[in-house]
């Protein structure tokens, strides 16, 4: 039996052998029917909605029912970002590649493979409630009033985003969170050349390809020097695209009060707060997958064998159109399998099903909903325990003082005694499962004695004070969970951990650390290479010593960030791809190379290198791959790396002792994603640089003074 590893990359490019395997019809492509902009004005007549922006561009909406809120949302995210939210939409539809061309394809098929729309539209009247319903579609009629408004930026035949394009936005994407695509990759590269050609097409061409992280700390009273609950909500996204951060504050008369972050197309806070309780959200990567090797019957490759007998596949096809040149484009039909497992590939080296978590799941926005209007933390559990969501780590904190740590999953209640982590025979239905682990038996911690909680992309099993850590084998090992631990993790102990009385500085100061643990992975790379006899190279040796002498820090005046962080930076991103990484000793000699030709010496400012660049900002930063101060830099052709993921949308919040919130936030850029000539398309990026924040204006006492437009959607001045 065929071996496959469950590994990979986010690169899913040749999923699809699309111009072999599929059928191809050249055409020319007809112009859609000009849209009527008339109906959806005269839908957003059923809205009632205040909009008013701070100085900071960030949007405040007020409204008498939720779904006002959520128009009036639509509309303010549609006029900072409506490009990303358009084509995030398209992209679920599965039509990206008419717009992207032919790498854009392997998206568009697996919308198709996952059965996107075939669970959307059967379950959206049956298992959404009416509150959630009328939410997703006020804030798509939100989006489609500043459409029918700018007609001048809309794709030709996307009109009328849907209610349904938001459920299948979180149907798609929520298990690429937790390596879904990891799998699929595996799957792809099976075999002698298996399906992977170029490996440079991501699910969704707009997503960045560096790795995504983030950290969540909360802070007892029992732990602050002055008695307040803390809370630090730091995930780690792409600057820009599909899963890049929007920050907005919604409050309506029906109980629906937040600020916090938000990804293009969803109405709902992510992560943040509330009046009473908030939250911050890291990746986790349990197994939540499992990769069965199907046996085909010779006579019939539309069968393949379960429990002894030939059962046919269920059958049905994706077309795809292909955007080429001008008017033409390609229509491609691929054949879609699914066998009893679940969706099915063939590869050179045979038949494979896969099963996953979140598979036939559409409630992800209703577990949303009622995570944003929790009031305390048995309500906010009582929503965890909708168990819609796949994945994703919570790390909780509330105005009564309680903290909490959730290694959410939907973990497969699986059968003992088999290796889940490798491929299963697929000719068994015992090894099906069907049902999930109970939410009561997922990992996690609720006010443990040592008063704080954190993640970091680490195991669950150290997310607090050893004394308190849950133990590995309280939980079975087919339940998959994770067992590593990152740089973060490991700063983390060093600092929250081992601090017993933290004030409101010393929790700014801990987030904003830009150290590597001695007991980091990249420690023990310069541990190695230094260890090497660099015999007559004199570089080397020269290397060899700033290695030896750096303090691990990268602060933009270091004279050692450079090299190290340029060496260790290609082995921990391939690491965290899934990639095999590369021999430390040879990125160090590319390091070498790329500082002496660039900047010649071999240990430049660190802010020589690290570049922050947005619009007319270019301002050295401080901060590393794996740094708690989370900065990735993408190479550029003058040797300097310009950040492009890491830290981008970061609050702290504060209940002090009597419960009264305090909130302040940063955004890398600002609240105008796209609008170049907005006076907010950079204005943040000083103060993100600088590592400072602003105000989070959550209740109407606070805002008062600050509002600088205060409008109706489609009455905005310019707009």
């Known amino acids: 039996m065929l071996k496959i590893v469950k590994t990979g990359a986010l690169a899913l490019a040749g999923l699809v052998l699309l111009a072999v395997a599929g059928v191809l019809v050249r055409s020319v492509l007809e112009a859609p029917a000009p849209f009527d902009p008339k109906p959806l004005i005269a839908e957003a007549a059923r809205y009632d909605v205040r909009i008013r922006r701070d100085e900071w561009g960030v949007p405040h909406i007020q409204g008498a029912r939720d779904a006002d809120v959520a128009f009036g949302f639509g509309f303010a995210h549609a006029e900072d970002d409506y490009r990303t939210i358009e084509e995030t939409a398209i992209a679920v539809r599965g039509k990206l590649a008419s717009v992207k061309g032919k790498d854009a394809a392997v998206t568009d098929y697996l919308v198709h493979l996952l059965r996107v729309w075939e669970n959307v539209d059967a379950r959206y009247e049956t298992e959404l409630s009416p509150g959630v319903r009328k939410v997703v579609e006020a804030y798509a009629a939100g989006v489609n009033y500043y459409a029918a408004l ?11 985003l849907t209610g349904k ?26 075999g002698k050349g298996g399906l992977s050609k170029d490996g440079k097409t991501a699910f969704l061409p707009t997503m960045s390809p560096l790795p995504v992280g983030s950290n969540g700390v909360a802070i007892g009273p029992a732990r602050s020097a002055d008695h307040a609950t803390r809370l ?25 009060d937040v600020a916090g972050g938000f990804f293009p197309g969803s109405p709902f806070m992510l992560h943040g707060h509330n009046r009473t309780l908030g939250w911050a959200n890291t990746v986790n990567e349990p197994d939540l997958a499992d990769i069965y090797e199907l046996k085909i019957n010779p006579s019939n490759e539309n069968q393949y064998m379960l429990d002894g007998k030939w059962k046919d596949f269920e059958k049905s096809e994706a077309t795809i159109r292909v955007k080429l040149w001008g008017p033409f484009w390609w229509t491609v039909t691929r054949e879609v399998l699914w066998s009893a497992q679940g969706p099915v590939l063939k590869t050179d080296a045979g038949a494979f099903a896969i099963r996953y ?69 697929g000719d068994r239905s015992d090894l099906i499962w069907k049902n999930y682990v109970p939410f009561d038996k997922v990992p996690q911690l609720l006010n443990p004695r040592s008063g704080y909680v954190f993640n970091s992309n680490n195991t669950p099993f150290r997310a607090t004070a050893p004394a308190d850590n849950l133990k590995p084998e309280d939980f079975p090992a087919t339940m998959g969970i994770q067992s590593n631990m990152t740089n973060r993790a490991l700063r983390a102990e060093e600092t929250f951990g081992a601090d017993t009385s933290i004030t409101r500085e010393k929790f700014r100061a ?80 590319a390091a070498i190379k790329t500082l002496k030709e660039h900047f010649g010496r071999l240990d430049p400012a660190w802010g020589e290198v690290n570049r922050f660049r947005r619009g007319k900002v270019d301002l050295a930063i401080d901060g590393g791959p794996d740094t708690f101060r989370a900065v990735y830099g993408e190479p550029q052709k003058n040797g300097t790396l310009t950040a492009v993921a890491g830290d981008t949308f970061i609050m702290f919040v504060e209940w002090d002792e009597h419960g009264k919130l305090r909130s302040e936030s940063i955004h890398q850029f600002g609240s105008a994603t796209l609008d170049e000539s907005s006076p907010h398309y950079a204005d943040q990026a000083p103060l993100f640089v600088q590592m400072k924040t602003k105000p989070v204006l959550f209740e109407e006492s606070d805002l008062t003074g600050h509002v600088v437009e205060d409008y109706k959607p489609g009455a905005r001045a310019g707009k």
């Open 150 to 160: 700018h007609p001048d930026k809309v794709t030709p035949g996307f009109l009328p």
């Open 165 to 190: 394009d938001v459920v299948a936005g979180f149907v798609f994407k929520t298990p690429f969170f937790y390596g879904l695509d990891k799998q699929l990759t595996a799957l792809s590269k099976a």
């Open 232 to 256: 630090l909500v730091n995930s780690h996204q792409p600057y820009t695209g599909p899963v890049a951060w929007y920050e907005a504050v919604l409050h309506s008369g029906e109980g629906w």
């Open 357 to 425: 978590a979140g598979m036939n799941e559409i409630r992800q926005v209703e577990q949303y909903y009622k995570l944003d209007k929790a009031r305390n933390l048995a309500e906010w559990r009582d929503a965890l325990k909708l168990q819609a969501l796949p994945s994703i780590n919570y790390v909780y904190a509330d105005a009564q003082g309680n903290i909490a740590y959730v290694y959410n999953g939907l973990f497969p209640d699986r059968k003992p005694g088999l290796d889940w982590k490798g491929t299963l025979p």
């Open 510 to 589: 801990y987030k904003f650390d830009i150290a590597y643990s001695e007991r980091s992975e990249l420690a023990q790379m310069i541990a190695d290479v230094t260890a090497v006899n660099p015999g007559k190279d004199v570089d080397l040796k020269a290397a060899q010593t700033i290695l030896k002498d750096w303090d691990r820090r990268t602060n933009v005046e270091s004279r050692g960030a450079a090299l190290a962080v340029l060496m260790g930076a290609p082995v921990v991103v391939a690491e965290i791809k899934g990639e095999t990484p590369p021999k430390p000793i040879d990125t160090l000699h």
